[in-house]
């Protein structure tokens, strides 16, 4: 079978691998690009998926990096069963949407900047109507219980530890007699997770796809990160200020409330401190969180079963609309305001931000990955000024970066992870890393246990041998010529608007010979619609 790694190879996000087999082409995960520009451009190019020609798609966990090109794909001709788990399916619900109302409005914001310009107009990369046409495409599957989407390939979904709803795949694939067992690890949690589970162990595999985002490096102790959130909320509390938190709505906000859940019975957070979940997509993802309880992990299940509720501070306040969001910054006190989003490059946080940062009793508190070049990775890494909506401020305010919050596992996690494997044929790919830290984790799996492992590239097409223990057990192929999507779509847009312009300058111009033109433009029609037709 083959296999094209359209994102997340050699980088974090557009989560993205085709496969074909002698009777099925599928694809697992179909993640929005994020990054720089050059990266993002990728989201353009979704043609070359050839969504049509997919059977169906797979769906480890519904972080956007996995899933937010699904509406781009139904858009572009996708037709078939997206199969997820049951949490993933009622998240991707409100992220999709999300997702589609802010590709609108980024859409919008760079057509202002192009008129400004006299360049024609973009498309958003899909909008809130072609995520509505995603939703009935899902279909649910039960951690376990494997199913046969076509004949020859065989799909089970395994717990993966790293947010409600998130999923290994296991697939067996059929071909010609012969056997081959791939696993996506997808995103790999960790043990010291709240809410979630932990990692399921997996012991067979010809070929393993695994993640490798923290390749080289560990996380801290998570129950420093109690004391570390505990001793910024005290140095805010005792000077009068408030606490914002930039965070992640699904998944990162749901557990900064579990961990002030903890504090509050500790002690550690005061009564008079109100806690503002400040974002609609994190308050709608809580309640989701809230019904499915089936999915937390034990310790979860035995506060609930006693009583609690750690998804609920007495002193919590939903902020749904905008007027409350504002009336935040209007009180005078202490409080937490946790808000989206996480690297506080948009949303809800930056107006927090501007209201506290040049402010001595504030403190802001950092607890995922701050990408480069994000106002985030600046305030972390020290910064004394930053602009927000064009004011220049002073940062004043307390800066706290907490790392134990993160929901993939550490390097070493990663290894001990591995070790359950039983496979000494096994071959390792890695994805979702940077080329850094993918090369020491390679170094390590080689050294440590033996496998061989291959870093996959953008776009590279792999042949993937039954039973993998076959010596070049993956056979590199050239990639396929790009085409640059973009540029054609762009470019027969602005073929349009410059044909229109023109055209307005004839009528302008009675004396010209416009039936004779007419005439030849009716002919060249004819010929176009002949051309489009063989598409
Ligand atoms: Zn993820
Ligand atoms: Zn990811």
């Not at 094209?4 to 690009?33: P, Q, W």
């Not at 992220?95 to 919008?108: F, R, V």
């Not at 606490?243 to 008079?272: C, M, N, W």
């Not at 002073?394 to 390097?411: P, R, Y």
């Amino acid at each position: 079978m083959k296999i094209t790694f359209m994102g997340a190879a050699k980088t974090v996000t557009g989560s993205c691998y085709i496969i074909e087999t002698d009777n099925a082409r599928f694809a697992v995960d179909c993640g929005l690009h994020q990054g720089n520009a050059e990266i993002e451009k990728r989201n353009r190019g979704i043609m070359d998926y050839y969504p049509k020609k997919l059977d169906f798609i797979l769906i480890t966990h519904a972080h956007i990096d996995h899933t937010g090109l699904l509406p781009a794909a139904v858009r572009a001709g996708f037709n078939g069963p997206i199969y997820m788990t049951t949490p993933t399916r009622d998240l991707l619900d409100i992220m999709l949407l999300d997702s589609a109302y802010i590709q609108e409005m980024e859409a919008e914001w760079s057509n202002r900047k192009r008129l400004r310009k006299g360049m024609p107009p973009i498309k958003p990369i899909y909008e809130q109507e072609d995520a509505l046409k995603t939703v009935p495409l899902m279909r649910t599957v039960q951690y376990g219980a494997s199913f046969e989407p076509v004949e020859g390939v065989t799909v089970n979904f395994k717990d993966a530890g790293h947010i409600l709803g998130s999923a290994f795949i296991e697939l067996w694939v059929k071909e010609g007699g012969e056997t081959t067992k791939i696993v996506f690890s997808g995103d790999l949690g960790h043990k010291d997770q709240l809410i979630v589970r932990n990692p399921s162990i997996i012991e067979k595999a010809d070929y393993l796809l695994m993640e490798s985002t923290y390749g080289d490096r560990n996380h801290k102790d998570s129950s420093n990160s109690l004391d570390e959130l505990a001793e910024a909320i005290s140095w805010s509390y005792e000077r009068g200020g408030k606490v914002v938190i930039p965070a992640f709505a699904v998944e990162r906000s749901q557990q900064l409330i579990y961990t002030l859940h903890l504090l509050y019975k500790e002690g550690k957070l005061p009564e008079d401190m109100p806690v503002y979940l400040d974002s609609p997509l994190a308050i709608k993802a809580t309640e989701i969180f809230r019904n499915h309880p089936e999915f937390f992990d034990l310790d979860t299940k035995e506060l609930m079963h006693n009583g609690d509720d750690p998804l609920s501070l007495p002193n919590l306040k939903f902020t749904l609309t905008t007027e409350e969001s504002q009336a935040i910054n209007n009180t005078e006190g202490p409080a937490i305001v946790i808000s989206a989003s996480g690297m506080a490059n948009a949303g809800r946080i930056k107006h927090h931000l501007r209201h506290n940062i040049w402010r001595k009793d504030s403190s802001v508190v950092f607890v995922g990955y701050q990408g480069v070049g994000t106002p985030g990775r600046r305030l972390v890494n020290g910064t004394d000024n930053i602009t927000i909506f064009g004011e220049k401020l002073n940062v004043e305010a307390k800066i706290f970066t907490i790392n134990g919050f993160s929901g993939h596992a550490g390097q070493a996690e990663m290894l001990d992870w591995l070790k359950h494997f039983d496979s000494p044929a096994m071959k390792v790919i890695l994805t979702h890393g940077e080329p850094k830290g993918q090369k020491v984790l390679a170094g390590l799996i080689k050294q440590q246990l033996g496998y061989k492992v291959h870093i996959a590239d953008y776009r590279e097409e792999l042949m993937l041998v039954p039973g993998g223990e076959i010596q070049p057990v993956v056979k590199s192929k050239p990639a396929t010529p790009e085409i640059d999507w973009d540029f054609l779509l762009q470019d027969s847009e602005n073929l349009y608007t410059e044909f229109r312009s023109r055209l307005d300058k004839v009528k302008a111009q009675p004396f010209l010979s416009q039936t004779e033109l007419r005439d030849r433009l009716l002919e060249i029609n004819r010929q176009v619609v002949e051309l489009i037709s063989e598409l």
